[in-house]
T-cell receptor, first 115, second 110 residues
Framework: NAGVMQNPRHLVRRRGQEARLRCSPMKGHSHVYWYRQLPEEGLKFMVYLQKENIIDESGMPKERFSAEFPKEGPSILRIQQVVRGDSAAYFCASSPTRGFDQPQHFGDGTRLSIL | QKEVEQNSGPLSVPEGAIASLNCTYSDRGSQSFFWYRQYSGKSPELIMFIYSNGDKEDGRFTAQLNKASQYVSLLIRDSQPSDSATYLC??????????FGTGTRLTVIP
C-alpha cells in the first residue's frame, strides 16, 4: 500500500492519559500535515512538518499537544492528559513538496475516543 | 467570516442527473482549489484540483473556477449512487495548510 498510513485506526483513552497517533507519508513525500475533524465540522489544520522540522504549528493548541517527524520513522502527534473535547478524527496528509499545485493526500485517520 | 463556505445540504439528485456543488472563499489571494470526496467514516479522497480560471474536466467531473467571484464549483455528470458522499471544498491560500469547508452531503437516488 503506497498511500498515507495512519495507526491506530481507533484509539480509546481515559481522561488524563496520553494518546499517540502515528502517520507514515506516501513514498517520496517529505511534507506531512495533521488535521482534526470534529463531528459535523470541517477539517481544521493543526501542524505542518518536514523531516525533523516543524514548519507551522499555528493550528495546534499550545498546551498538551505536540508533533514530531523524525529523520527515521513516522510522524507522531502526541496528546498529553487527554480531555473529552479531544475526541475527534485526526487525519494526516502528505505531499511531495509544498506548492500550490501539490495536492495533499490523506490517510484513513485515527478516531480518538475519550472516556 | 468563514474562510470557505459550502451549503451543507443534503443535496439529492436522481441517478443519471448532474449534481452541482458550490463553494465560495474569502481570501482573494487564494491560489488553488481542491475537491475531496469523503464517505462516512473514511478519509478525504482527492477528486481533482484547479488553479486557473475556467473549467477543468476529468471523466464525469468538471471543476469550475471564477477567481473574480471567489467561487469554485464541482459538477458531477451522470451521477451514480456510489457518488453519494460528502464533498469537501479546500482552498490553498498560500499559507502552509488547506482551509476546508464543512462539506456538502450528496445523495444520488437510484
Amino acid at each position: 500500500n503506497a498511500g498515507v498510513m495512519q495507526n491506530p485506526r481507533h484509539l480509546v483513552r481515559r481522561r488524563g492519559q496520553e494518546a499517540r497517533l502515528r502517520c507514515s507519508p506516501m513514498k517520496g513525500h517529505s511534507h506531512v500535515y495533521w488535521y482534526r475533524q470534529l463531528p459535523e465540522e470541517g477539517l481544521k489544520f493543526m501542524v505542518y512538518l518536514q523531516k525533523e522540522n516543524i514548519i507551522d504549528e499555528s493550528g495546534m493548541p499550545k498546551e498538551r499537544f505536540s508533533a514530531e517527524f523524525p529523520k527515521e520513522g513516522p510522524s507522531i502527534l502526541r496528546i498529553q492528559q487527554v480531555v473529552r473535547g479531544d475526541s475527534a478524527a485526526y487525519f494526516c496528509a502528505s505531499s511531495p513538496t509544498r506548492g500550490f499545485d501539490q495536492p495533499q493526500h490523506f490517510g484513513d485517520g485515527t478516531r480518538l475516543s475519550i472516556l | 467570516q468563514k474562510e470557505v463556505e459550502q451549503n451543507s445540504g443534503p443535496l439529492s439528485v436522481p441517478e443519471g442527473a448532474i449534481a452541482s456543488l458550490n463553494c465560495t472563499y474569502s481570501d482573494r489571494g487564494s491560489q488553488s482549489f481542491f475537491w475531496y470526496r469523503q464517505y462516512s467514516g473514511k478519509s478525504p479522497e482527492l477528486i481533482m484540483f484547479i488553479y486557473s480560471n475556467g473549467d477543468k474536466e476529468d471523466g464525469r467531473f468538471t471543476a469550475q473556477l471564477n477567481k473574480a467571484s471567489q467561487y469554485v464549483s464541482l459538477l458531477i455528470r451522470d451521477s451514480q449512487p456510489s457518488d453519494s458522499a460528502t464533498y469537501l471544498c479546500a482552498v490553498d491560500t498560500g499559507a502552509n495548510n488547506l482551509f476546508f469547508g464543512t462539506g456538502t452531503r450528496l445523495t444520488v437516488i437510484p
